[in-house]
């Protein structure tokens, strides 16, 4: 086989779990960040540091590589179609575009016929006086928010007043949820009806961020088929390459909504590392490099916690884990609040 050049746009944990799959496959990795403490540079063969608008260095390692992908959605779609016009970027440029713009996702969700929270698009302070059917609600920015950031809870009108919000930006507005549970669904497409799927993942999140994942979640086999469905459905609709993870809310009487999609893997997927033959990375790896897809095997039931902030800590001193114990550092050299550390999984 001829030596492939992996690319990948973006240096965190993502990237970094990626760059170890890849070298399991023999792949070579080249990771592009405009952060110059990337972590991923400790897993990657090759680091380029540079802003995602810097023409000269994109082109650099535009040239090292074979096939270019990504860990994160919010890079310029220019960027990527400027790269795909050299290499083939791959989720394509184009579904980027879309599901980086909470408004386009949602739209394009419901035009399938699938359930999102009900929304509505916010330009203006003023047009929100006559939203209160949408309240109590979520305004999200409609673009660059993760890990709850961009996202204020309204319970009434008067609330929007006491925030200073930057109506510069774009909003949407969407209705609350009572959340019974969440899980998230990840599928691997390879081509046109082939990929490979992983069973629903159950999730809770604290202050908007991930905070544990297990399997098997605890849902009834219509929201098992229905999640499963759903995401092979976007995923073949958007004729997607790569692994794709769809968010989705069950509400108090098991009505199951798509909250998001996410053109990537997925933090809630970082268990098939240890629970199945092939994790979430080796597929998005196999797929955009263009590898056979192997049988999905799953070998354990698992959890995951995500250690956050200095929650890290107590780990890095722990001399020995269990046996079905694995531990991950994505050693970023600062402690940050809010800050996803590292995390474990364990094997049930
Ligand atoms: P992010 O891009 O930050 O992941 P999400 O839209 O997924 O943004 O929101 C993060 C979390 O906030 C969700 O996983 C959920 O726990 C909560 N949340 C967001 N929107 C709603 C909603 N409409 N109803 C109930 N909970 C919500
Ligand atoms: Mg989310």
Same mark, same amino acid.
């Given at each position: 086989?001829?030596?492939?050049?992996?690319?990948?746009?973006?240096?965190?944990?993502?990237?970094?779990?990626? +760059?170890?799959?890849?070298?399991?496959?023999?792949?070579?990795?080249?990771?592009?960040?405009?952060?110059?403490?990337?972590?991923?540079?400790?897993?990657?063969?090759?680091? %380029?540091?540079?802003?995602?608008?810097?023409?000269?260095?994109?082109? $650099?390692?535009?040239?090292?590589?074979?096939?270019?992908?990504?860990?994160?959605?919010?890079?310029?779609?220019?960027?990527?179609?400027?790269?795909?016009?050299?290499?083939?970027?791959?989720?394509?440029? +184009?579904?980027?575009?879309?599901?980086?713009? /909470?408004?386009?996702? #949602?739209?394009?969700?419901?035009?399938?016929? %699938?359930?999102?929270? /009900?929304?509505?698009?916010? $330009?203006?302070?003023?047009?929100?006086?006559?939203?209160?059917?949408?309240?109590?609600?979520?305004?999200?920015?409609?673009?660059?928010?993760?890990?709850?950031?961009?996202?204020?809870?309204?319970?009434?009108?008067?609330?929007?007043?006491?925030?200073?919000?930057?109506?510069? #930006?774009?909003? %949407?507005?969407?209705?609350?949820?009572?959340?019974?549970?969440?899980?998230?669904?990840?599928?691997? /497409?390879?081509?046109?009806?082939?990929?490979?799927?992983?069973?629903?993942?159950?999730?809770?999140?604290?202050?908007? %961020?991930?905070?544990?994942?297990?399997?098997?979640? $605890?849902?009834?086999?219509?929201?098992?088929?229905?999640?499963?469905?759903?995401?092979?459905?976007? +995923?073949?609709?958007?004729?997607?390459?790569?692994?794709?993870?769809?968010?989705?809310?069950?509400?108090?009487?098991?009505?199951?909504?798509?909250?998001?999609?996410?053109?990537?893997?997925?933090?809630?997927?970082?268990?098939?590392?240890?629970?199945?033959?092939?994790?979430?990375?080796?597929?998005?790896?196999?797929?955009?490099?263009?590898?056979?897809?192997?049988?999905?095997?799953?070998?354990?039931?698992?959890?995951?916690?995500?250690?956050?902030?200095?929650?890290?800590?107590?780990?890095?001193?722990?001399?020995?884990?269990?046996?079905? $114990?694995?531990?991950?550092?994505?050693?970023?050299?600062?402690?940050?609040?809010?800050?996803?550390?590292?995390?474990?999984?364990?094997?049930?």
């Amino acid at each position: 086989m001829p030596e492939i050049n992996l690319g990948i746009i973006g240096g965190g944990q993502l990237g970094s779990l990626l +760059s170890v799959a890849a070298k399991k496959l023999n792949i070579k990795t080249t990771i592009y960040c405009n952060d110059i403490e990337a972590p991923a540079q400790n897993f990657c063969d090759e680091f %380029i540091f540079g802003e995602y608008d810097n023409k000269e260095k994109i082109l $650099e390692f535009v040239k090292k590589v074979d096939v270019i992908t990504y860990e994160f959605e919010n890079i310029p779609y220019e960027t990527l179609n400027e790269m795909n016009k050299l290499k083939s970027v791959l989720p394509k440029p +184009s579904i980027n575009r879309l599901i980086q713009h /909470r408004l386009a996702e #949602k739209d394009f969700v419901n035009k399938l016929n %699938i359930r999102t929270t /009900r929304y509505v698009s916010i $330009e203006k302070k003023s047009e929100i006086e006559t939203l209160k059917d949408y309240l109590p609600g979520i305004l999200k920015t409609t673009t660059m928010g993760y890990d709850g950031k961009g996202q204020y809870p309204i319970e009434k009108i008067e609330d929007l007043n006491l925030l200073n919000i930057d109506f510069s #930006k774009g909003y %949407i507005l969407e209705k609350l949820v009572k959340l019974k549970k969440e899980i998230s669904v990840i599928i691997t /497409r390879f081509g046109n009806n082939n990929f490979t799927i992983y069973e629903p993942i159950e999730n809770t999140h604290e202050d908007q %961020i991930l905070k544990h994942s297990k399997i098997p979640a $605890e849902i009834n086999e219509k929201i098992l088929d229905q999640s499963k469905n759903w995401a092979t459905l976007i +995923s073949e609709e958007l004729k997607y390459i790569g692994t794709l993870c769809v968010e989705f809310f069950i509400d108090r009487n098991d009505n199951l909504y798509v909250n998001e999609i996410a053109p990537r893997v997925h933090n809630s997927g970082h268990l098939t590392i240890n629970a199945y033959n092939i994790s979430q990375f080796e597929n998005h790896v196999r797929a955009v490099c263009s590898l056979e897809k192997v049988p999905l095997k799953k070998l354990s039931n698992a959890k995951m916690i995500n250690l956050i902030g200095k929650q890290i800590e107590p780990f890095r001193q722990k001399l020995k884990l269990n046996k079905n $114990e694995f531990f991950f550092d994505y050693l970023k050299k600062e402690i940050k609040e809010k800050r996803k550390m590292g995390h474990i999984t364990t094997l049930i």
